[in-house]
């Protein structure tokens, strides 16, 4: 898969409509382009939103812990992972009513039944496995 080395922007969706841009030129920067809210806390309006850091309703959907940290170092050589580029990958797999769509294409990724978990032989480790499978697909939605 290629993938680009820099994100500049991410189109935004609530419910399935598109609803905005948001972007990152020095701040975080959400723009509505559409009429579906993607928040209680940020009406509909024609002025941007601006921010010093990734908007909370859109830092709720970014990976966190070792898995942020597996998706930064295996991509660093690559490019700038940054709060926009880990939105771009996760695309429409987010827990939640928003979607990014970006330059990134969607990742088609077989899934592992819960049976074929359980049914591990635990000859090798499963976790590092499933990291290296689904790292690009971030999001939990099957």
Do not use: C
Not at 5 to 10: D, G, L, Q, T, Y
Not at 42 to 52: I, Q, S, T, V
């Amino acid at each position: 898969m290629e993938l680009p080395e820099r994100i500049r922007s991410v189109s935004v969706s609530s419910f399935a409509q598109a609803t905005g841009e948001l972007s990152q030129p020095a701040q975080f920067v959400f723009q509505y382009t559409g009429e579906t809210p993607v928040s209680l806390t940020m009406d509909l309006r024609e002025k941007p939103y601006n921010y010093g850091q990734l908007h909370p309703v859109f830092a709720q959907n970014l990976p966190e812990g070792f898995v942020r940290r597996y998706i930064h170092e295996k991509l660093l050589r690559h490019a700038q992972v940054n709060d926009l580029y880990l939105l771009a990958i996760q695309g429409d797999k987010s827990i939640g009513h928003l979607a990014y769509k970006s330059e990134i294409q969607p990742v088609a990724v077989d899934q592992l039944s819960l049976d074929d978990i359980l049914a591990w032989d635990g000859a090798e480790a499963l976790f590092p496995q499933l990291l290296e499978r689904y790292y690009l697909a971030t999001g939990t939605r099957t």
